[in-house]
């Protein structure tokens, strides 16, 4: 696979395709199997250089939480997201590698420093899924009660604990939680090992990859349902 910079176009050529992309961005996700062990990269390549990866995301990242209310109600913006400060993030992605025994994935790590946690289409009242994209803090919680508190009143507070069990058990399978999609157990994962998302369970497959799972649900809420 090749690139080629034509004029004020980008020619991406390959062995069954060669598509012509106009001068915002190319995404190129290069698979190759051996054997059922996927080797995947992304990359992006602009004409001024370097771009975010998830850019087109930009128009919905808020600074607070403060105007969610008064976005969701009015409508106005189908997703809200907020940023992750960056000092907070290597040692909860330290903790969460160490306590879950897994190295973390990069597009969904880039996601969340780029974009933040949040939800997905706030403005739809009638939707299945909740969509709630969890921050690095959240997602360690997922999995680990705090002990420190006491019991009966970590019970009350913990929002985690409907799901925490179903999260161990897919983690088992190479499964990482990072979406809540409704009430009591149910969350989509992101695959460990061949970058696909999952609902439920490995026995639904709703992507390919996390970028295929953005761009499918911004474009039709419950598509997988």
Avoid at 63 to 91: C, T
Wanted: with cysteine.
């Amino acid at each position: 696979m090749c690139i080629k910079i034509k004029t004020n176009k980008f020619i991406l050529s390959g062995e069954k395709s060669c598509t012509l992309y106009d001068k915002t961005f190319i995404i190129i996700y290069y698979k190759q199997n051996r054997k059922k062990s996927f080797v995947n990269f992304v990359f992006k390549i602009t004409i001024g250089g370097f771009k975010k990866m998830f850019e087109r995301w930009s128009e919905y990242v808020h600074q607070n939480w403060e105007a969610f209310s008064a976005i969701r109600r009015s409508g106005e913006s189908k997703h809200y997201f907020v940023p992750i400060l960056s000092e907070e993030m290597d040692e909860t992605i330290e903790n969460i590698q160490d306590d879950l025994e897994i190295v973390f994935p990069k597009d969904l790590l880039m996601f969340l420093k780029e974009v933040g946690s949040g939800y997905f289409w706030i403005n739809v009242q009638d939707k299945i899924g909740i969509y709630k994209i969890l921050s690095l803090d959240e997602l360690y919680d997922l999995y680990y009660s705090d002990e420190d508190e006491d019991e009966e009143e970590d019970e009350d507070e913990d929002w985690f604990i409907t799901y925490r069990l179903s999260a161990w058990d897919n983690l088992e399978d190479q499964l990482l939680a990072f979406c809540v999609f409704g009430e009591e157990d149910s969350l989509l994962y992101y695959a460990l090992d061949d970058g696909g998302i999952y609902y439920l369970s490995r026995n639904t497959k709703i992507a390919e990859s996390l970028e295929e799972f953005l761009v499918l649900l911004d474009n039709k809420v419950d598509y997988f349902l």
